[in-house]
């Protein structure tokens, strides 16, 4: 089983919509949760961290779910620019602290 | 001008060959990685740094050395390219805060090993 799992896609969306993806993680020992946002043949870049109490950052909800091991990203009103893939990321299982990333999930939101 | 910059972006080589890939950053940070991404198996790590007399193998380091000539300069080598190598490497540092790590990655290093 992969320490991190994310459902591949691709989410094909109109724009406006609104998208939700989750990801399930398998170290009950992880310690914080991120989702990283990837462009097409570009590096990966920090989107938003994930709180326990969930957090907002404009368009973007996440929240984490302790109890069942999932993280979530919540997308409102979706634009031709959020077309991309999304890495959930999982930091601290044990021994070295490292943070583990899942293979993605991509998201195309057309017109 | 970037933060994390690697050399070279395109590398096409043949099997048996060495080569280096490097990443250099102006961040400041201590910590540095190297990852290797396959398609529909995300990113794994390959080698990390947390300073310059620190090297550390993640899990997927067979085949695979690194040198860490500065707080700056991570560079990664095949001794030594198979075809399975083919991939996209990125360089990242790290800024650890609070308990947790954010990374800034390089624009990646695109491998072809014939």
């Known amino acids: 089983r992969k320490e991190v799992e994310q459902d591949p896609g691709p989410f094909n969306v109109p724009e406006g919509a609104t998208v939700a993806f989750n990801c399930t993680y398998s170290?009950?020992?992880?310690?914080?949760f991120f989702w990283y946002r990837q462009d097409c043949r570009k590096e990966p870049k920090l989107l938003m961290s994930?709180?326990?109490s969930g957090n907002e950052d404009g368009r973007f909800t996440a929240q984490l779910n302790r109890a069942s091991q999932y993280i979530s990203l919540l997308i409102r009103d979706s634009k031709l620019s959020d077309s991309a893939t999304y890495l959930c990321?999982?930091?601290?299982?044990?021994?070295?602290?490292?943070?583990?990333f899942g293979a993605g999930t991509r998201l195309a939101v057309h017109p | 001008d970037a933060d994390v910059t690697q050399t070279p972006r395109n590398r096409i080589t043949k099997t048996g060959k060495r080569i280096m890939l490097e990443c250099s950053q102006t961040?400041?940070?201590?910590?540095m990685y190297w990852y290797r991404q396959d398609p529909g198996l995300g990113l794994r790590l390959i080698y990390y740094s947390f300073d310059v007399k620190d090297i550390n193998k993640g899990e997927i380091s067979d085949g695979y050395s690194v040198s860490r000539q500065a707080q700056a300069k991570f560079s990664l080598s095949l001794e030594s390219a198979i075809p399975n190598q083919t991939a996209l490497y990125f360089c990242?540092?790290?800024?650890?805060?609070?308990?947790?790590?954010?990374?800034?990655f390089g624009p990646g290093t695109r491998l072809l090993v014939l």
């Open positions: 170290n009950s020992a992880s310690q914080s």
């Open positions: 990242a540092t790290s800024d650890f805060r609070q308990g947790a790590e954010t990374q800034y």
């Open positions: 961040k400041g940070h201590d910590r």
């Open positions: 994930v709180y326990s």
């Open positions: 990321v999982v930091w601290g299982s044990g021994g070295y602290n490292k943070l583990i």
